[in-house]
């Protein structure tokens, strides 16, 4: 059962109160507001395996209180969110990450196994308690091996305090949460991707609308050629998104995919473009969205068509030659003669050909900040740091490198180790700045497919202001390159320019857009170009920048930055259970 609710709490006065109080006497009125409503936002979650049928498939889930996605977590800015997360999973460890939410003093609220915590261990309870401290769409997910996959994940919306305007109107917010599904399970998918051949799971059974979706193989005709197959099961019947005539909605979209770009639509409804990653962006319009695992976008659509009949909202899998049906939902309109969860009369949208890379880097283009609500990056960077995609190979299994380093998690988590003064915790070595960014053959093989593997990771000096290059290259195979969504912890950075081909840093950063960048937590690379982006390392703590792709992140796809660790607060004993600091170290 979900206990959620959201109460009215005093300000938060604690020891040492006063000061603050008469320091926040002379903010601005908005931070008034938002003191004075804060709230506190509570849920106990009870994390289990449960059997699901989101593509009509029966199929073992990691679920919150037996649901898979996860309940919506809604708050306002400034609320302070207490999740109690118990683990149920009996043989399974857990930890959850709040995607989006910087944890600006709480970085060990950021779930990410590893890296900021130990796992939950089955049986245990842990607290994640942190602020919503920015409006915006957000999502949450497991951090833990590939456990996301399984079906443990949600979204978040953090709304604007009473009173306080955004760029744009509308009559109220539908939730899309995107995903992608297989039936083999994750166990299944890490140990194929770590034998020598590689087993490669293949492209997903289905895609999921709000966790519904259809395996084209199961159907009403032959329901027994496939095991646990039921058209009629309620878990995979179509999301119905309701709507009243002449009225504009906000669609608040996240992708949770383990693999999947997709481009998704809304049959016969332009939408605009207003907000990306919790900032918001300069309104385009599309007739279908472009969106990489670990973005969000909120698009408004207004109910203007014939209510007499209901529309697909559709989603298509681009970037990879796609395996898997369109998934669909239906929009309906009250008041209209189609009932609510009739399937439209059409053929559902199929998209954006998978193959049209151009129209995919013009959305990206496209994406810059609303010009009231510009945030200008700093001038100059103190630091650029610039990562080479590709890859690799170790001992004959397939890895991802970075600068020819392939990552690999620590047992003892960094933010544990590193407050606390562990030595031999991880790789002392910093992995490497740059690369032979002359000489690179981004259009070819790698030359010497072999790679070594580090956990080490950037230490970042507080306060300064870091560039990244992510430069994308061709993969083992000829002409070949994937697209990438990079994302980073604790930080939104901005989206400073792409290109295709070599990054040249004497010619391009001449080119970057310092005007009206956009700032988001995940970005595309797209596959042969680049992508530069530009944070301030001013949030302590230690934090996770990598490839969203689930299983990409497992072969190693991703580096670790830290900054100011001296200033974090004590951390919480409970996540300290696991490697060199149980019981002193060993
Ligand atoms: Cu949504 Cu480290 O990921
Ligand atoms: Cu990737």
């Given at each position: 059962?979900i206990?959620s609710?959201r109460?009215l709490?005093?300000?938060p006065?604690?020891?040492g109160?006063?000061?603050?109080l008469?320091c ?9 507001t938002?003191l004075?409503?804060a709230a506190?936002?509570?849920q106990?979650w009870?994390i289990?395996?449960?059997f699901?049928s989101?593509?009509?498939?029966r199929k073992l889930a990691?679920t ?9 977590i809604?708050a306002?800015?400034?609320?302070t969110?207490v ?6 999973l009996l043989t399974?460890n857990v930890a959850?990450?709040?995607?989006g939410?910087?944890q ?6 950021d779930g990410?196994?590893?890296v900021t ?7 245990d309870?842990?607290v994640y308690k942190?602020?919503v401290?920015r409006p ?5 997910h ?8 399984a079906?443990?994940?949600g979204?978040i ?5 009473r009173?306080q ?7 109220r917010?539908h ?7 297989w039936h083999r ?7 194929g ?6 087993v ?6 289905a895609?999921?609308i709000?966790?519904r979706?259809?395996?084209v193989?199961?159907s009403?005709?032959a329901?027994t050629m496939v095991?646990?197959?039921?058209v ?6 179509p ?8 009225k504009?909605y ?10 999947s770009?997709?481009?998704?639509e809304?049959?016969?409804h332009?939408m605009?473009?207003?907000e990306a990653?919790?900032h ?5 319009v ?8 670990g973005e969000?976008?909120s698009?408004l659509?207004t109910a203007n068509?014939?209510?007499n009949?209901n529309y ?16 669909t939902a239906i929009?309906?309109?009250y008041g209209g003669?189609s009932?609510p969860n009739a399937?439209?009369?059409?053929t559902p949208?199929?998209g954006l050909?998978w193959?049209?890379?151009a ?5 990206s283009?496209a994406?810059?900040?609303?010009p009231?609500h510009i ?8 630091r ?17 490198a970075l600068?020819?380093?392939s990552?690999?998690?620590?047992h003892?988590p ?7 003064g562990?030595?031999g915790?991880?790789?002392e070595r910093?992995p ?5 960014h ?10 010497n497919?072999?790679?070594?593997s580090?956990?080490g990771l950037?230490?970042?000096?507080f306060g300064s202001v870091v ?7 061709n993969?083992l195979?000829?002409?070949s390159?994937?697209?990438h969504?990079w994302?980073?912890h604790?930080?939104d950075?901005?989206?400073l320019?792409y290109?295709y081909?070599?990054?040249d840093p004497?010619v ?13 937590n995940t970005v595309?690379v ?10 301030k390392a001013?949030n302590p703590?230690?934090?996770?920048f990598h490839?969203?792709?689930e299983a ?7 580096v670790v930055f830290?900054?100011?660790?001296e ?8 996540i ?11």
């Amino acid at each position: 059962m979900i206990r959620s609710s959201r109460s009215l709490a005093a300000p938060p006065l604690g020891v040492g109160a006063p000061r603050r109080l008469l320091c926040s006497l002379f903010l601005a009125t908005t931070t008034l507001t938002i003191l004075a409503t804060a709230a506190t936002v509570r849920q106990d979650w009870e994390i289990s395996y449960q059997f699901t049928s989101p593509d009509c498939v029966r199929k073992l889930a990691v679920t919150i209180n037996g649901q898979t996605p996860g309940p919506t977590i809604r708050a306002t800015q400034g609320d302070t969110i207490v999740i109690s997360v118990k683990n149920s999973l009996l043989t399974e460890n857990v930890a959850i990450h709040w995607h989006g939410i910087r944890q600006i003093g709480t970085p060990w609220a950021d779930g990410t196994e590893g890296v900021t915590q130990c796992p939950i261990l089955p049986g245990d309870v842990f607290v994640y308690k942190f602020v919503v401290d920015r409006p915006g769409t957000y999502m949450y997910h497991a951090h833990y091996g590939m456990q996301r996959s399984a079906g443990l994940n949600g979204m978040i919306v953090v709304e604007v305090p009473r009173g306080q305007a955004e760029p744009f109107v509308y009559e109220r917010d539908h939730t899309v949460l995107l995903n992608d599904w297989w039936h083999r399970s994750t166990y299944e998918q890490a140990a194929g991707l770590a034998a020598v051949p590689m087993v490669w799971v293949g492209e997903p059974q289905a895609l999921l609308i709000n966790g519904r979706g259809r395996f084209v193989n199961c159907s009403a005709s032959a329901p027994t050629m496939v095991e646990g197959c039921n058209v009629a099961h309620p878990d995979c019947a179509p999301a119905v998104f309701a709507v009243v005539p002449g009225k504009t909605y906000r669609f608040r979209i996240a992708s949770v995919t383990s693999l999947s770009a997709l481009n998704f639509e809304i049959e016969g409804h332009a939408m605009t473009v207003v907000e990306a990653d919790g900032h918001y962006v300069k309104p385009f319009v599309v007739k279908n969205l472009n969106i990489y695992s670990g973005e969000t976008y909120s698009v408004l659509i207004t109910a203007n068509q014939d209510p007499n009949r209901n529309y697909w909202l559709a989603s298509n899998v681009v970037s990879r030659r796609p395996g898997t049906v369109t998934a669909t939902a239906i929009l309906s309109y009250y008041g209209g003669r189609s009932s609510p969860n009739a399937n439209p009369p059409t053929t559902p949208p199929v998209g954006l050909p998978w193959n049209d890379t151009a129209a995919r880097v013009r959305q990206s283009l496209a994406t810059v900040s609303h010009p009231a609500h510009i945030i200008p990056p700093p001038a100059k960077p103190d630091r650029a740091i610039l990562l080479l995609n590709t890859q690799n190979k170790i001992d004959g299994k397939i890895k991802w490198a970075l600068n020819n380093v392939s990552f690999t998690l620590p047992h003892t988590p960094y933010l544990v180790a590193l407050k606390s003064g562990l030595l031999g915790a991880f790789d002392e070595r910093p992995p490497p700045e740059t690369y032979d960014h002359q000489r690179y053959d981004v259009f070819s093989p790698p030359a010497n497919p072999n790679t070594t593997s580090s956990d080490g990771l950037y230490r970042l000096r507080f306060g300064s202001v870091v560039d990244v290059v992510l430069q994308n290259a061709n993969m083992l195979g000829a002409n070949s390159s994937e697209t990438h969504p990079w994302h980073l912890h604790g930080h939104d950075f901005w989206v400073l320019g792409y290109g295709y081909g070599r990054f040249d840093p004497a010619v391009h950063p001449a080119t970057y857009n310092l005007k009206d960048p956009i700032m988001k937590n995940t970005v595309a690379v797209h596959p042969f170009g680049w992508t530069a982006l530009r944070f301030k390392a001013d949030n302590p703590g230690v934090w996770a920048f990598h490839c969203h792709i689930e299983a990409h992140f497992f072969m190693g796809m991703g580096v670790v930055f830290e900054e100011g660790v001296e200033r974090v607060g004590e951390l919480p004993k409970e996540i300290m259970g696991c490697g060199k600091t149980r019981g002193g170290g060993h």
